[in-house]
């Protein structure tokens, strides 16, 4: 198992959550924020989530 500080140092890079289809907590709380400052609708939509396939 692996230490308590090695896990901490994971959950703190956005990487180690994009490698397994995530959004780091921290992206998550920018896309809210960003929501609410825009005035939109309260509700999610597809786009706070997914990206357009280049």
Request: without cysteine; hydrophobic residues 40%.
């Amino acid at each position: 198992m692996r230490e308590p500080s090695m896990m901490q140092h994971l959950r703190e890079d956005p990487l180690e959550w994009h490698r397994r289809g995530m959004a780091s907590p921290s992206e998550i709380d920018r896309i809210v924020q960003t929501k609410l400052s825009l005035g939109t609708a309260a509700e999610p939509t597809y786009a706070d989530f997914f990206l357009v396939a280049a």
